[in-house]
């Protein structure tokens, strides 16, 4: 097997979310639309259905890349709304679920600390998000320890006129890789501040809860996680290069 059989399906992929990244949105159906027909009840159930899907969502393990590491990847998630009459009065549309396609890039500073960033967009919807994060070990991890880490992340959604939203996030990480395969657990924090025109800014905290496994062989990297954002639940899958 050589390096191109093992990159095909993963170049494959990243195209497929790179075209939906840059999908067409002008005549998009969910496209968000008089925000302050809201009550204010409903915008800030709607602002937290978007701050869960437009939150940082690495998938990945604890362990750092080392100094030498780069990781560059395509995923896409699916994030269940709560919110169904508010998405209803400004998209004309219940929208139960929302599908995001993102791409990320990693890259190692030093044996204990990664830098990375983002951009993504709803398929549905004229919602896009950028964001950056660092993660710094705590412990390395080894044969017997588990790997621990924390990770900050910011990020902003974009291309809803009229709303700004800003997330915060602040994980804990924990993984213990066998034989190829990385399984992690993590808990965290976002703390998002929403702006709307007709409607009174909105600041709140959710905690978030997450669970992976991550699968390597040579420089091909899948994995896939389960993260809960307040009460939304998210469903995620990447694919990419990791060395």
Partial sequence: MNFMTITHPTLSISAVLAAMLTFNTSALAGDLHQLDSLSQTEFLALSKDLAATTSTKSIEPAASLGIAGFDVNASTTLTQTQASSAWQTVSGNSMSELVQARLSVSKGLSSKTDVSGFVSKVSSANISAAGVAVKYALIDGNVVMPAVAVRGSYSRM???????????????????????FTPYVGVGTVYSQ???TGQADESFRQSKSFAGVSWNMLLLNVSA????????????????LRF
């Fill in 158 to 180: 974009g291309g809803v006129s009229g709303m700004t939203l800003n997330n915060t996030g602040l994980d804990l990480l924990v993984s213990k890789g066998f034989v190829g």
């Fill in 194 to 196: 929403a702006q709307a």
């Fill in 225 to 240: 996680e389960y993260d809960r954002t307040g009460k939304n639940a998210s469903y995620g899958v990447k694919a990419g």
